[in-house]
């Protein structure tokens, strides 16, 4: 099954996998550092919402969605008090407006990357801010070569950087490990 699907994702969550969350930390100080803990925060592709559920006890307004039905329902039982704030669907789904988005671990599994960065581009406030982590595979970088079906191509990068056009990019550059960070504002 193909892992761009929200039948694989369910499948995934089901069999209780799913603990990612592996720069949860890196995106919360990234977002500290930067003051961006404030507005409305839009994570796609939480997963279970440990995320949101991090920056909501953090003080911010941040809400949840993902393509996984499983992943939300079981996110909205560990982490009662964002229940209502965890949503199933993708960027088609997602409110306009919003000051920040976080892409954490999710643009390797868009099959359209161009269309999808564009249809972000849209949702963002004047002003706001993009956050997109996500493992890269160069050849260099023997652990992500073997897993292109969970990591992107430095073209792949190229593409954020060319479909956001004018935006700023405040923070480019793989950060963690084989990881990249990118943060840019409209
Ligand atoms: C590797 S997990 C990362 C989860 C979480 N963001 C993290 O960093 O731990 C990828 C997540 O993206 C979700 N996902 C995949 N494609 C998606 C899409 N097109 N729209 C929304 N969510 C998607 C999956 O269901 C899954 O929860």
Known sequence: MKNNTKEYWDAVYEKGEGKYNALLQESVSLLKDFGF?????????????EL?????????????????????EKGKLEFPLIADKLFVGDVT???????????????AFIENK????????????????????TPVRTP?????????????????VQIVKDTLGTFTILKGKYSVGDFMFIVAKK
């Open 37 to 49: 803990i404030k507005g409305t925060i839009l994570d796609l592709g939480c997963g279970k919402g």
């Open 52 to 72: 949101v559920q991090n920056l909501s006890v953090n003080g911010s307004n941040t809400i949840g969605y993902d393509i996984s039905y499983v992943a939300i």
């Open 93 to 107: 789904s997602i409110p306009e407006n919003n000051d920040t988005i976080i892409l954490h671990m999710v643009y």
């Open 114 to 133: 161009k269309d999808f960065i564009e249809q972000i581009k849209s949702k963002l406030s004047p002003g706001g801010i993009l956050i997109i982590s």
């Open 140 to 156: 260099a970088n023997s652990m992500y070569i073997t897993r292109p079906e969970v990591s992107v191509t430095e073209e792949d």
